[in-house]
């Protein structure tokens, strides 16, 4: 079993910079295509940043070129590098780990508040 712990959410004004981590714990980290998703209440959880095992990335268009993704494959850690915060960036932000077709594990999340 694959488990995912998220870390680094807090309060930041706008225009703020954040980094979430992701620390996964079990087998074979590198293959997993890794992402980072978020849900803001009432709303459907949607996928932020994506980076696959072979470290190819995708972005939602509302966060391209303000997020960027990364993975260190020895340290078994996914980041998200969030720059020029927006409050619409508020939400919850989960780390996911594919594994397979229908095979995904989820982190419980960390809380990103953007506001002045």
């Known amino acids: 079993q694959v488990q995912l712990v998220e870390s680094g959410g807090g309060l930041v004004q706008p225009g703020g910079s954040l980094r979430l981590s992701c620390a996964a714990s079990g087998s074979i980290f590198s293959i997993y295509d890794m992402g980072w998703y978020r849900q803001a209440p009432g709303k459907q959880r949607e996928l932020v940043a994506q980076i696959l095992s072979g470290g190819s990335t995708n972005y939602a268009d509302s966060v391209k070129g303000r997020f960027t993704i990364s993975r260190d494959n020895a340290k078994k850690l996914v980041y998200l590098q969030m720059d020029s915060l927006k409050s619409e960036d508020t939400a919850v932000y989960y780390c996911?780990?594919?594994?397979?077709?229908?095979?995904?594990?989820w982190g419980k999340g960390t809380l990103v508040t953007v506001s002045s």
């Open positions: 996911n780990a594919h594994i397979g077709p229908r095979k995904d594990y």
